[in-house]
């Protein structure tokens, strides 16, 4: 909330420092990071979530993938998304479902969309994502 208000009087700089030391919004910072085009302190914040074994490290990964392909970095992308997909082989439902099948139709990569989708109704008998699946995936 202070970071909020902070954004909104101009003083970015100091929100973004509020963010880091509070450690509760690791996704917002990243976004943040991202959009000031501060890659290396994204996938540096991405890594250490990683790390300390945080709930957000699935979605970060996928942000970051999102990031590095829109830099190039294509099959660094590639590989981040196919190691978030594979986390959900191990029979537990994804809290970035939505966001992994959002970045790989993002990446051009309907093929892997389908099939993750497919082995996620497989793997968890979720069906509650079908109809946004379908509406991402026929844009």
């Known amino acids: 909330l202070y970071a909020k208000a902070l954004f909104f009087n101009g003083r970015a700089k100091e929100a973004l420092e509020l963010l880091a030391t509070a ?4 996704r917002l910072l990243f976004e943040c990071y991202v959009a000031q085009m501060r890659y290396k302190e994204a996938f540096a914040l991405a890594d250490t979530v990683e790390k300390n074994n945080r709930p957000e490290a ?10 590095r392909h829109s ?3 294509k099959e660094q992308a590639r590989k981040l998304l196919d190691a978030a997909a594979s986390r959900m082989k191990e029979g537990k439902p994804l ?4 966001e992994l099948l959002e970045a790989e139709i993002a990446l051009d990569r309907r093929d892997e ?7 996620y109704l497989a793997a968890t008998k979720d069906e509650t994502h079908t109809p946004t699946f379908w509406k991402a995936l026929l844009k």
Request: no cysteine; proline share 4%.
């Open 58 to 67: 699935g979605v970060l990964r996928v942000l970051e993938a999102r990031a």
């Open 113 to 119: 969309a389908v099939k993750i989708f497919t082995d």
């Open 71 to 73: 830099l190039g970095q």
């Open 23 to 26: 450690e509760n919004q690791p």
């Open 95 to 98: 809290s970035y479902f939505g």
